[in-house]
């Protein structure tokens, strides 16, 4: 539907993907408000909304923890001095993919949506900042722009993806014409629902946009890259194997405890499926502020990655029960998670660690050295397999953000009006969440009118006196 | 005999003929009402039943906006019901059913007392039109009547044909004569697209024939309501009765049998037929597996024995009508009075009108009811009051009059026509609407009687009325927004209704919103019940109330879409809009676009294959 809400909608302005810094832009009424609700300025009490048009200020973005996110630059301009000519917000920010997914993500938490092609400008027409002589390249432009994305979506429709999606719509739409017939043709006394099917029946519909849903963050990984974060105790050999991963020498390697006192980041491509490996600083207590930072970035990243490689080192074995104990932790804390356990410094350990009570703790555990590229790599072999097994696996997976919204959007409506059964309200306002349900799904596979209930009612019911 | 000019010629006497003479003769238009037969004026034709759900909405807006339908519905009323009461307020659906007779005579006494109409009986067999433009009707007594405009309401009539078993008879209406050469004249001489419809309707018997002992008596409700807003009627203390009974295998079989001399199935029909109102051999034939359909018993008025079998419409020979219709529970001994029929008719597929019912090809001609692929009374009755009110406008060199998808069935009813046409008779559905919860019955007036004032329809009197009953809602509300009840006062009526006790005073708002607590159930408390009367709060009043109370997360989620799209509403496209320039749309939207000349965004939204880029390319050039 084309689009004349006066909400806010956020894109990134920069093309995706590492860059010294990119830009994300935000426009709508509510553009200063919402950005003024995550932004903590380097100035104290100072307010994004008192600021001029056009300037520009310093400080940093906090997510709803209120943990740090970025430090950035926020330019403010207002309407009707802005490009779309409505209040507008370009947030520079470092380039990272991983801080730019982080901030559009929580924006439109906080009441962005996502803008669709060449929205910001079509919005700048609107408001007739931008020259006439201009409106036929911007017609083309909106065709063409719709003809890439047309594309893009011709590719879901014909996977799975769609087929998933219309069987839902078509279940759906069984339903909402159920009660509709029951409303439409009540005159004639007809009773076609049992109300405690149709219950099930939501719930079931419910769980399956859930799987739906869920899968994104999978979807995501294909397209996103998988994280995988290396912990573990100081100068266990993390930066070793995390150099032997990327093949340069990004962490400074020593064997001082706490050298690596940041979070590293490094990028590979195994079979097709994008990998992000972060080196964390090694966990021990330790009051150098530096490192306290560290390591509650350690805990941060843990949280966010779908792998978490756990290393020790094999050569020293005092600290079998310690490492027993992180593991269960490790695992009683990130249930879902894949933990991969790697013995290290298999040349110079004396193989005297107990690795059964290890192995009962964890699928995958590596004997290896770090400074072996050959035994780093079957890691790496058996991490990527993992994946790629389990994408061929997984029959649907969403991949687009658009997707996943409309998805979470049609999920809440069929809760509602699950909600609305078990409260026994009426028909005609379950129909509501219903109609709406299948307006989302609708934006991913095309529309579903009140003619095609109609068609549907009529096809399958004997109606009418 | 005739004015020099008439301002409109009405060419139909049926409920949108009536409808359409009211409405434009009530706004000032010197009007005449031409039919081939004035006895037959606001005849029912099918069945003597007004309203139902979603009809009965529209007929509340006909009332609402200034129309008679519900007035005389009211006044003929044999027996009332409220339908879906136990349903959301979106479905409560008023119907009533009516006597015949009252019904077309009081239709033809509000007629008559009009004084700017003029009737007369005679038969249109052509039109006058020069340089594609409206100037006048010729008769069969072959008069020519000047008109600056004319509204066709030609209902089944226009080459009409009528199968009863293999007798085939040309007529517009049993024992009525078809009218012949306006389809022609149009088709052949201005390329106006025509096509073919069928309906039917069911066999009418002696009550005193039927066995009512072995049927379910349908009664009308203990409070019976009424359609109209402002115009006072008897009220009703006593009602008739239906009676429900059901077809069973016997009667399939029969009807299976000799589906092969159906004139539907031995392909004699060629006109399509609406689904969700089959004849009976078409339920038989397309759901064997049901074993029994339903048969409604209705009775045709006060003071006669005839008895209309609703659920029967047929086109068999009368023979096996009889046949089958005895073997149904209750019919043992059945006499028929009338057999059912089905009849053929030509009708104008209604993408070739303008938002104001208008041809697009011949100005200031109009089209409304049946002719434009319709069915039923109140379709056609709210068609005819707007193509009344806007034929008027258009003379008169005012503002058509449109009602939005967002504020009337009859907005939807028109907007669905106009942008879809339609290919088999189109009814009114609740969920055609997609704001089925503001276009209730309860609110038709506050939805619409001020555009009816506005366009002359809806005299100051009864605007004084809407406004006093606004005023008293409003206060209603926000006393149940202010004040509050007290734990040991409501926690009885809230244990008895099994809804959880409170334990710290409570807003009414509050407790009224549970879905389980009904405003009769806390309206005795002392304290409200005075405040209550003190300020007369009737009944319309507190239903009002309540159900704004009770439903306002949907009310608001509804009037929050639908003020996304009347942005698109807004935006106007030019009626000269050249769309075959733009070279970004594609060549099928450019075709569908230049057809349809929607007015707005949101009218080419829902022509179909319009896609949104296709939308934003027009505003695009809209704004140069």
């Known amino acids: 539907m084309l689009d004349l809400n006066d909400d806010t909608i956020v894109a990134l302005a920069t093309p995706i993907g590492t860059s010294a810094i990119s830009v994300i832009r935000i426009s709508g009424k509510n553009s200063i408000s919402i950005v003024e609700n995550i932004f903590i300025p380097v100035k104290q009490g100072k307010k994004l909304k008192n600021q001029s048009t056009h300037t520009i200020h310093l400080g940093y973005l906090v997510e709803e923890d209120k943990d740090l996110l970025d430090q950035v630059l926020i330019s403010i301009f207002k309407s009707p001095f802005s490009y779309t000519g409505e209040n507008m917000i370009e947030i520079s920010c470092h380039g990272s993919y991983y801080i730019q997914q982080k901030i559009l993500q929580l924006l439109i938490r906080k009441g962005t949506r996502l803008a669709r092609p060449g929205e910001f400008t079509f919005r700048a027409f609107l408001n007739n900042k931008i020259d006439l002589s201009q409106a036929e390249a911007i017609a083309d432009l909106i065709l063409s722009e719709n003809k890439v994305h047309h594309g893009i979506s011709l590719q879901q429709i014909k996977g799975k993806l769609s087929d998933n999606i219309k069987n839902l719509s078509k279940e759906l739409l069984n339903f909402v014409s159920l009660l509709e017939l029951e409303l439409d043709f009540s005159e004639d006394n007809l009773m076609f629902s049992n109300r405690k099917e149709l219950i099930l029946f939501l719930k079931k519909l419910g769980n399956t946009l859930k799987d739906l849903i869920e899968s994104f963050s999978l979807g995501n990984a294909i397209k996103k890259g998988i994280n995988v974060v290396i912990v573990g105790e100081s100068n266990v050999g993390k930066s070793t194997f995390f150099n032997q991963v990327i093949q340069e020498d990004r962490s400074i390697i020593s064997h001082m405890k706490g050298t690596t006192r940041d979070c590293i980041e490094g990028e590979i491509v195994l079979n097709g499926i994008l990998f992000h490996f972060f080196d964390t600083a090694g966990m021990r207590n330790t009051l150098n502020p530096i490192e306290v930072i560290g390591i509650k970035k350690a805990i941060k990243k843990m949280k966010e990655s779908q792998v978490i490689l756990y290393i020790f080192d094999s050569s020293k074995k005092k600290k079998n029960k310690k490492i027993v104990n992180d593991i269960k932790n490790i695992k009683k804390k990130y249930p879902l998670k894949d933990l991969f356990v790697i013995a290290n410094k298999s040349d110079l350990s004396c193989c005297l660690h107990n690795f059964d009570k290890i192995k009962s703790k964890t699928d995958f555990l590596f004997e290896i050295s770090a400074k072996n590229q050959k035994e780093v790599k079957k890691i790496l072999d058996t991490l990527s397999k993992l994946f790629f097994d389990r994408l061929k696996k997984k029959k649907i997976i969403i991949t687009q953000n658009r997707h996943y919204e409309s998805l979470k959007l049609s999920l809440k409506e069929v809760l509602l009006a699950y909600d609305a059964l078990k409260k026994e309200l009426s028909e005609d306002l379950v129909s509501i969440h219903i109609r709406e349900a299948l307006r989302y799904l609708g934006e991913i596979t095309g529309e579903i009118t009140n003619e095609d209930i109609l068609k549907n009612i009529f096809s399958k019911f004997c109606i009418g006196k | 005999m005739f004015l020099n000019i008439y301002d409109i010629i009405v060419v139909g006497g049926g409920h949108s003929g009536m409808e359409a003479s009211l409405a434009s003769s009530n706004m000032g238009s010197r009007t005449l009402l031409i039919t081939t037969n004035l006895q037959t004026i606001g005849q029912m034709s099918c069945n003597p039943a007004v309203g139902g759900i979603a009809k009965g909405q529209i007929v509340r807006e006909i009332d609402a906006l200034g129309g008679y339908s519900g007035f005389v519905s009211d006044y003929s009323t044999i027996q009332f019901r409220m339908l879906n009461k136990s349903k959301g307020p979106a479905m409560w659906s008023p119907r009533a059913q009516c006597d015949r007779k009252l019904f077309s005579y009081y239709w033809r006494f509000l007629l008559e007392k009009n004084i700017r109409l003029d009737l007369y009986q005679d038969t249109v067999t052509s039109l006058i039109i020069e340089k594609n433009r409206i100037k006048g009707v010729k008769t069969f007594l072959g008069l020519e009547i000047k008109g600056k405009s004319v509204i066709l309401t030609n209902g089944t009539f226009l080459n009409g044909k009528i199968h009863i078993g293999g007798k085939k008879i040309n007529g517009g209406r049993i024992a009525e004569q078809e009218v012949r050469g306006i389809t022609e004249q149009l088709t052949k001489n201005f390329g106006i697209k025509s096509g073919r419809m069928k309906t039917g309707t069911s066999p009418r018997v002696d009550g005193r024939s039927l066995n009512y002992k072995k049927m379910k008596p349908q009664y009308g409700d203990e409070h019976p309501r009424k359609f109209s807003f402002f115009h006072k009627t008897k009220k009703l203390t006593k009602q008739k009765k239906c009676y429900i009974t059901y077809t069973n295998q016997e009667v399939h079989n029969l009807i299976h049998n000799n589906l092969d001399i159906s004139p539907i199935f031995s392909g004699s029909i060629q006109g399509i037929s609406p689904r969700y109102c089959p004849s009976i051999e078409e339920k038989v034939y397309k759901f064997p597996d049901r074993e029994q359909h339903p048969i409604f018993v209705e009775p045709e008025g006060w003071n006669t024995v005839e008895v209309y079998i609703n659920g029967f419409s047929t086109s068999f020979s009368e023979k096996i009508q009889y046949q089958s219709l005895k073997k149904i529970s209750g019919f043992e001994k059945v006499k028929i009075l009338r057999p059912g029929y089905a009849i053929e008719y030509d009708y104008f597929p209604p993408d070739q009108l303008k938002p104001n019912l208008e041809s697009k090809f011949i100005e200031n001609l109009f089209f ?69 919860m503001l276009l209730r019955q309860d609110n038709a007036d506050i939805r619409l009687t001020p555009m009816g004032y506005n366009i002359g329809l809806i005299s100051e009197e009864n605007m004084n009325i809407l406004n006093n009953k606004k005023l008293k809602v409003k206060k209603c509300i926000s006393l149940f927004k202010n004040e509050s009840l007290k734990p040991e006062v409501i926690n009885p009526v809230l244990e008895k209704n099994k809804s959880p006790i409170i334990y710290s005073n409570k807003k009414i708002k509050s407790i009224l919103s549970r879905s389980e607590i009904d405003i009769k159930d806390i309206i005795s408390i002392p304290f409200l019940e005075k405040e209550i009367k003190k300020n007369n709060f009737n009944q319309e009043i507190l239903e009002q109330v309540s159900i704004n109370i009770k439903y306002k997360g949907y009310i608001d989620k509804e009037k929050e879409n639908a003020k996304k799209l009347l942005k698109l509403e807004n935006l106007k496209i030019p009626n000269n809009f050249d769309y075959k320039k733009i070279k970004s749309l594609s060549l099928e939207a450019r075709e569908k676009l230049d057809y349809y000349r929607p007015i707005s965004l949101a009218q080419a939204s829902r022509i179909s294959g319009i896609s949104p880029s296709d939308l934003s390319i027009i505003l695009i050039y809209m704004r140069r």
């Open chain 2, 368 to 436: 409304a009811g049946q002719i434009n692929g319709t069915t039923g009374y109140e379709e056609a009755a709210a068609q005819g009051l707007l193509a009344g009110i806007n034929a008027h406008l258009k003379i008169f060199e005012k503002d058509p009059f449109i009602l939005k998808r967002n504020q009337a069935y009859i907005g939807v009813l028109i907007d669905d026509l106009i942008t879809k046409g339609t290919k088999e008779p189109y009814r009114m559905f609740t969920s055609r609407a997609e704001y089925r």
